[in-house]
């Protein structure tokens, strides 16, 4: 729905945009430095990646409809690449069908808030290490404005 006309149709990319950049914002407030976008050394795609204030690492996985939660059911395969990971869905996502292990976000495009907490399982130290300055080298290169989406 938008502002205008209530009865209008969010599309899936445009809903996947909004939670994305909500729950980017509220990792910002929460301490984190988010990137969007992160292709993880496994070859799976990280909707969003955050490096905390101690060097813990945040994977959140965006869900925008239903149909996406079911036919992508690959967020056990983040977990060895992140401290925490929860999931991120818009207010109207039915919740209720989402696994009770991660954390969950509610967020929308102008931000979030965290309705579970994400559990903890420590990195260990050498795949800390090499996450992070592969983290640092992807938003350098961003920052430079080389599109990169895959960390090194």
């Known amino acids: 729905m938008d502002a205008i006309n209530p009865n209008a149709s969010v599309s899936r990319p445009e809903t996947t945009a909004a939670?994305?950049?909500g729950a980017a914002r509220l990792l910002n407030a929460l301490g984190y430095a988010p990137l969007a976008e992160v292709t993880l050394p496994n070859g799976r795609r990280a909707d969003l990646m955050a490096l905390g204030r101690k060097g813990d690492i945040f994977i959140v996985e965006v869900k925008s409809s239903l149909e996406d939660f079911r036919t992508d059911q690959k967020w056990h395969e983040y977990q060895p690449y992140c401290d925490a990971f929860a999931f991120a869905v818009a207010p109207?996502?039915?919740?209720?069908?989402?696994p009770q292990e991660p954390g969950l976000i509610v967020a929308d495009g102008f931000g979030g808030a965290v309705l579970r907490e994400a559990g903890v399982a420590p990195l260990a130290g050498a795949r800390r290490k090499a996450l992070t300055l592969a983290f640092a080298r992807l938003a350098a290169f961003r920052a430079a404005g080389i599109q990169t989406l895959v960390l090194e």
Not at 92 to 98: G, K
Request: glycine letters at 0%.
């Open 92 to 98: 109207e996502f039915p919740r209720e069908i989402l």
């Open 19 to 21: 939670v994305t950049r």
